[in-house]
């Protein structure tokens, strides 16, 4: 059996990529799979730092039975990559499984998503396959594997050439569609928020290609399969998410079955009780009591304490390293708080810019990704770009760079990607699109420009390799 190519499409955040990659490699049907990367180009100046450090990472995947990269020389944004790369693909090969960069998937997402393809394959009434779910009480006591809905989902998804192939991206009968009150309604079976998603893309207040193929579904009457249990999380619920952020109130339990056979609806005519209770799911005040309760979760569960004194452990007697990564933990929940509770927070950003950066010279911005125990010595002078990835359990200390280069073009160059356990000596340079390894220590006043393998110790201007350590000694 030929398995369905996988498509994935890629902008800026590296973290919730790596966790999506690693999360398919993990699948039973990786390694027997076509992965294509649909990478999007920078749509601003400052996230050309960010899309080079994905394409370096993404040059990096293995795992599967092939991977091929499209990197985009202009940028697509969402709706026109998953639309075009989805479009290429499906003439190509007839079928397609689709996840974005911030879903990670069951170890059986590939065995469930071909198997449906296969299933419902000659079936003109099924659209598409989702890989997600919500909590529905019926399906507590449901015999079957799978639902039937009628919305698509866009969290990992499948479907095929023919139905896919005739859909009206520019919405022709709009204008009709919102005269008629009882199509309208119809629409709305579905989730009382489709019509109005509609209308906010119509008015350039959204620009989803998700609810035109909903709407698209809706006018050929035909129906989603959804498994009984979620295949897919989604991550991507932070500041740079195009579509979702702040918090996920669609979480739902994860197969953890490890599965590879279902048991399909065979039969396309969805439960009335099902469509009832996942319409429910959609309205306004559902939406607001589920976010009202993961914010006051995310107040008051142990877990934000942990966060912010991640750091605290690492070196008791050094108060002031500590209080300052203490406020350095502390702006990085603040600046991912969701909106409007953002707003609010505020003030202290622009403290912690102002005392920290601009006062003390301590320059590590916010958004900066940093493993945790991490060490501060001193700390002045210290300049980290916010593309920088840094590791956990590493050493910074005072009159240090770590950031990009500018380029003979007049661009700026990828910010370095340092790993866990990575000592770094005094004023030291750590320039460019350069990755660190494992278990490295770098002597002070080095100039580093080349990438760094794990377990050495390197120094000098530019940095040279001065000994292989032992892998376990840190």
């Not at 601003?44 to 991977?67: A, Q, T, W």
């Not at 170890?107 to 296969?118: G, H, I, V």
């Not at 906010?200 to 129906?223: D, V």
Request: proline share 3%; glycine share 6%; charged share 20%.
């Amino acid at each position: 059996m030929s398995y369905a190519p996988i498509v994935l499409f890629t902008y800026n955040r590296l973290s919730e990529l790596t966790f999506t990659v690693n999360a398919l490699k993990n699948n039973f049907l990786a390694s027997e799979s076509d992965l294509f990367i649909y990478s999007d180009a920078a749509k601003n100046e400052n996230d050309i730092p960010k899309i080079k450090n994905i394409r370096n990472y993404l040059h990096s995947i293995s795992g599967f039975k092939s991977v091929h990269i499209i990197e985009r020389e202009k940028n697509f944004g969402l709706a026109k990559s998953v639309i075009e790369g989805a479009s290429e693909i499906l003439n190509q090969y007839g079928n397609i499984i689709v996840l974005e960069d911030d879903i990670i998937t069951s170890p059986n997402f590939l065995c469930y998503m071909n198997s449906a393809l296969e299933f419902y394959k000659e079936d003109e009434k099924v659209f598409s396959i989702s890989g997600h779910t919500i909590p529905l009480k019926t399906l507590e006591k449901w015999g079957k594997d799978t639902y039937i809905a009628l919305r698509p989902a866009s969290w990992g998804w499948a479907t095929w050439k023919n139905q896919w192939e005739n859909i009206d991206w520019d919405l022709l009968d709009y204008d009709a569609f919102m005269q008629d009150k009882t199509k309208t309604k119809k629409f709305n079976m579905g989730g009382v928020d489709l019509t109005r998603m509609l209308r906010h893309y119509r008015e350039g207040k959204n620009n989803s290609w998700a609810i035109r193929w909903a709407y698209a579904m809706y006018k050929a009457g035909k129906y989603t399969i959804y498994p009984k249990v979620t295949k897919v999380q989604n991550i991507g619920f932070s500041n740079e998410a195009t579509h979702c952020n702040g918090v996920n109130i669609y979480e739902s339990n994860m197969d953890t079955s490890q599965s590879c056979e279902f048991d399909f609806v065979s039969e396309i005519i969805p439960n009335q009780k099902i469509v009832d209770e996942f319409r429910a799911q959609y309205t306004f005040s559902s939406k607001l009591m589920k976010k009202i309760i993961e914010i006051l979760k995310k107040i008051t569960e142990q877990t934000m304490i942990s966060y912010l004194f991640q750091d605290w452990q690492a070196k008791k007697s050094n108060i002031k390293g500590r209080l300052v990564l203490l406020h350095f933990r502390l702006a990085q929940l603040c600046r991912k708080a969701p909106k409007p509770f953002f707003y609010l927070f505020i003030p202290y950003l622009v403290f912690y810019r102002v005392v920290f950066e601009w006062i003390l010279g301590i320059e590590i911005p916010w958004n900066t990704q940093i493993g945790s125990g991490l060490k501060l010595y001193h700390g002045q002078g210290l300049v980290v770009n916010d593309h920088s990835i840094i590791g956990a359990n590493c050493i910074l200390r005072h009159n240090t760079t770590i950031g990009h280069k500018e380029l003979e073009t007049g661009e700026f160059s990828a910010s370095p990607i340092i790993g866990d356990n990575v000592d770094i000596g005094s004023n030291t340079a750590i320039i460019g699109a350069i990755t660190i390894g494992d278990n490295v220590k770098i002597g002070a006043g080095s100039v580093v420009v080349k990438n760094l393998e794990s377990n050495a110790i390197y120094a000098g201007n530019p940095a040279r390799l001065i000994k292989k350590i032992e892998g376990d000694k840190k």
